[in-house]
């Protein structure tokens, strides 16, 4: 299995649609991120936990919420889907230090119609 | 000055050739320092992290220079494998962001037969 599991792995949805991205992860890490990743733009942070009762924004998280459920458990919502959200999401933990990188799932991507 | 800057690429060699890719990061307080690699549309692997003293795995060195604020990586005897986007990336340490880990934007490489 995973270190860290997303899903779902592709999603279309229609704008004004409410929609969540679950991630999950077995590394044992309290802290959990949520990037989104456009062509050319890179990784950008949209929320990001450092445990379950620390969460966080992050530099682009209007139109986004989050949940973390368990140490274990960090889902991305989007309250009301539009179509400049269309990206390629990335779930990622790590440990306190950063100093071992961060590990990331494969990815969910969502299209808006 | 934005937080970790690359050459955005693309890079396009041919194959056996030697390529060197460059990263300058703009916080000094940085106190790790790590090379990913993404292939298309697939999440970021940790291919390396930078230590002060240098380091090599294989085909793939990785440099560290503190004073000038910037990093390197050396891939030599290039295989067509290696075609992928390389980012750098920094942690912050614990000052600005508490450990987090600062992405670049990438530089593309395409190993050409």
């Known amino acids: 299995d995973a270190d860290v599991t997303q899903t779902p792995r592709n999603r279309i949805t229609k704008t004004g649609k409410r929609i969540m991205l679950e991630c999950s992860q077995t590394?044992?890490?309290?802290?959990m991120y949520w990037y989104r990743q456009d062509p050319g733009l890179g990784l950008r942070l949209i929320y990001y936990?450092?445990?379950?009762?620390?969460?966080n924004k992050g530099e682009i998280s209007d139109g986004y919420s989050v949940s973390r459920q368990a140490q274990a458990k960090f889902s991305l919502s989007l309250e009301s889907a539009i179509p400049n959200q269309t990206a390629l999401y990335f779930c990622a933990t790590s440990d306190p230090t950063g100093n071992y990188g961060y590990t990331f799932g494969s990815g969910t991507r969502l299209t808006v119609v | 000055r934005k937080e970790v800057e690359q050459d955005p690429g693309p890079f396009n060699v041919p194959e056996g050739a030697t390529v060197a890719f460059n990263c300058t990061y703009s916080n000094s307080a940085s106190q790790s320092f790590f090379w990913y690699r993404q292939d298309c549309r697939k999440e970021p692997k940790l291919l390396m992290s930078?230590?002060?003293s240098g380091n090599e795995d294989g085909r793939f060195t990785a440099q560290l220079n503190r004073a000038s604020q910037y990093i390197s990586l050396l891939i030599r005897d290039s295989k067509l494998s290696d075609s992928a986007t390389y980012l750098c990336v920094v942690n912050l340490g614990p000052g600005a962001g508490s450990y987090q880990l600062t992405f670049g934007k990438g530089t593309k490489l395409s190993v050409i037969p």
């Open positions: 590394k044992g890490h309290d802290r």
């Open positions: 930078v230590y002060s």
């Open positions: 936990s450092f445990d379950v009762k620390d969460i």
